[in-house]
């Protein structure tokens, strides 16, 4: 039997939606960065507080983490903010 019919060693990874799901983009410190960054992350979820952005500036002061945590509804919306978050200038990584 192949390893692909072979459920014991599949391993699937699901998601239940809808559920809090934390999303950290890495970029540079530049102004207006966290506020563009929310923005587009609201336009596919709505409102976000501002207990649910958490940021933290790197040693030299180059880099900014902003962790948003969002209610994601599914993988669609996941993607979607995703692609749109890649598209800001400054942002270097999205996890």
């Known amino acids: 039997m192949s390893p692909s019919s072979n459920s014991d060693n599949q391993v699937t990874t699901r998601i239940e939606f809808p559920c809090l799901y934390p999303i950290k983009i890495i970029g540079r410190l ?3 960065f966290q506020a563009e960054v929310v923005a587009t992350i609201e336009r596919h979820t709505g409102k976000i507080t501002e207990g649910l952005v958490s940021l933290r500036a790197s040693r030299k002061k180059n880099y900014v983490s902003i962790t948003v945590t969002i209610t994601a509804t599914g993988e669609d919306q996941l993607s ?4 749109d978050l890649q598209k800001i200038e400054n942002v270097k990584m999205v996890i």
């Open 80 to 83: 979607r903010i995703f692609l």
């Open 30 to 32: 530049r102004d207006g």
